[in-house]
């Protein structure tokens, strides 16, 4: 499997630390309001990332934090917290605020058959682990404390600035702080690792620490639950492509200052979903969330269509005519699907090929529209109507299309009408039968019976009536 990685901005191998296993880290979503389709573009296309994984033949070991605590308005540790914002908003407490959108994150994720990391932590869990972590900074002489908050020193580091996409744009994160100015930090680019002072005293949940009460920075938690769950070695660290700075170049940082060593090999970065106005946030005053998609009666899988439809390197700009399209791509799938027949046995002989195909777009810097352009190529060309079946299910592990059972349902109206031709058809026969006996035309009636026959309908005469069946 190669992959873009952002550190070198090239497509690389993906060479897992322990042969046969890829550990997995995503950033989790921060649980103050529900998540816009950006957000799902992001987990959606790690979704996919995880799946082609597993169809290669790797064991994933995935984590997840759920941020419900520390991450500030701002990028640059300055702000309000997003979550104490959030619960002022609703009159909820930050927990409840917290549980109730962690709960309609994953409702979102499973309309869109994104499959749930098997760990999942939300950072209010590990406040232990981040003092451990912190700690260990300090001891080592890569943190220091200034006017009660505990920050990294990124002086400290050779290279701090590690991905190779980073520009002038992405680094004004920090020289903003020239304006909005933390007089404790050393550097510019220092960042906070616990708060015990901040701007905004009333934060709601703190926790006792050895620098007094208080709270995680928002970098911390990624790097202390990944290690944590993960080991020592990452393969493979995802998220959008909005966290790599400073998110991910903290994480960095104070992981490998904390471990002495390298530490995540991949960085698997998804460009953003934008809109017209360049940035995914309200449509007609609305937030675009999976809800407002369903409202609108658009099938959430559709709009997992329209993001495979497009690499997850390349910015995507969402329409809801561009949504249509997606809409009338997935309809013609499901139908040609609905046509195939179901009797017989795959050749799976005659399959492989076609898995070797659809591995090779996904090894391909998981070029999902190419495997796409595989599953219409493979439904065209002469393969059975089984085998066709067979690789849909199989393709659909990784795609998560429900494209069988969205072609079932397609094909159950068209059953049904089938059933009740037939069904008129007999009863007609019946009544011709009946008329002829009353009429004693014996032969005809024998020969209305012996066509029924050959139809597999048994008839059975009852003092009520003729009643039938079919046989088998
Ligand atoms: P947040 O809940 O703000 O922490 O963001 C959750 C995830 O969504 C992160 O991985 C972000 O990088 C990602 N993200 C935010 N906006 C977009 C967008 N417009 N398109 C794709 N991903 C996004
Ligand atoms: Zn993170």
Not at 81 to 100: C, I, N, P, T, Y
């Amino acid at each position: 499997m190669q992959l873009t990685n952002t550190l070198t901005m090239k497509k690389e191998e993906v060479i897992p630390h322990q042969p046969g296993i890829i550990k997995m880290y995503t950033c989790g979503p921060t649980v103050y309001g529900y998540a816009h389709i950006g957000n799902l573009r992001s987990y959606l296309m790690e979704d996919v990332l995880e799946k082609a994984l597993r169809y290669e033949g790797y064991q994933v070991d995935r984590a997840m934090n759920i941020t419900d605590v520390g991450h500030l308005t701002s990028d640059a540790d300055t702000g309000e917290d997003k979550m104490l914002k959030g619960a002022k908003r609703e009159h909820k407490s930050v927990l409840e605020l917290a549980a109730f959108y962690t709960e309609a994150f994953f409702a979102d994720c499973q309309k869109l058959n994104i499959r749930r990391p098997d760990i999942v932590v939300p950072a209010t869990g590990c406040i232990s682990d981040f003092i451990e972590m912190v700690s260990a900074l300090l001891e080592k002489g890569f943190a220091y404390q200034a006017g009660g908050n505990v920050y990294f020193d990124t002086s400290r580091l050779e290279t701090y600035y590690v991905f190779g996409n980073q520009n002038a744009e992405d680094l004004a994160v920090g020289v903003r702080e020239g304006v909005e100015s933390d007089e404790n930090k050393r550097n510019k680019t220092d960042f906070v690792l616990w708060f015990t002072k901040s701007k905004f005293e009333d934060q709601e949940l703190k926790w006792e620490s050895p620098w007094g009460l208080g709270y995680p920075g928002w970098h911390i938690e990624c790097s202390a639950i990944s290690v944590k769950h993960l080991g020592e070695y990452l393969d493979i660290h995802c998220g959008g492509i909005d966290n790599a700075f400073p998110h991910h170049t903290n994480e960095i940082a104070q992981s490998e200052a904390y471990l002495g060593h390298p530490w995540c090999a991949h960085w698997f970065h998804i460009l953003h979903l934008t809109d017209a106005s360049g940035k995914i946030s309200k449509s007609k005053g609305a937030k675009l969330t999976v809800s407002l998609l369903e409202e609108k009666g658009y099938d959430p899988l559709c709009y997992r269509l329209f993001c495979l439809q497009s690499h997850y390197r390349k910015p995507l700009v969402f329409s809801f005519e561009s949504l249509d399209n997606a809409v009338s791509a997935y309809q013609k799938l499901t139908a040609r699907i609905a046509a195939l027949g179901k009797d017989g046995e795959p050749d799976l002989e005659a399959a492989k090929p076609w898995q070797e195909k659809f591995k090779a777009a996904l090894a391909n810097d998981l070029n999902t529209s190419q495997a796409l352009t595989v599953v219409y190529d493979m439904l065209k060309s002469d393969l059975s109507d089984a085998g066709k079946r067979f690789l849909i299910l199989d393709f659909d592990q990784v795609l998560s299309l429900d494209l069988l059972g969205a072609a079932d349902r397609l094909a159950q109206p068209a059953r049904e009408e089938v059933a009740s031709e037939l069904a008129a058809e007999i009863q007609a026969l019946i009544e011709k039968r009946a008329e002829a006996k009353k009429a004693r035309d014996w032969a005809t009636a024998d020969a209305i019976r012996d066509e029924l026959a050959a139809k597999h309908v048994v008839l059975k005469d009852t003092p009520q009536g003729t009643e039938w069946r079919l046989e088998g």
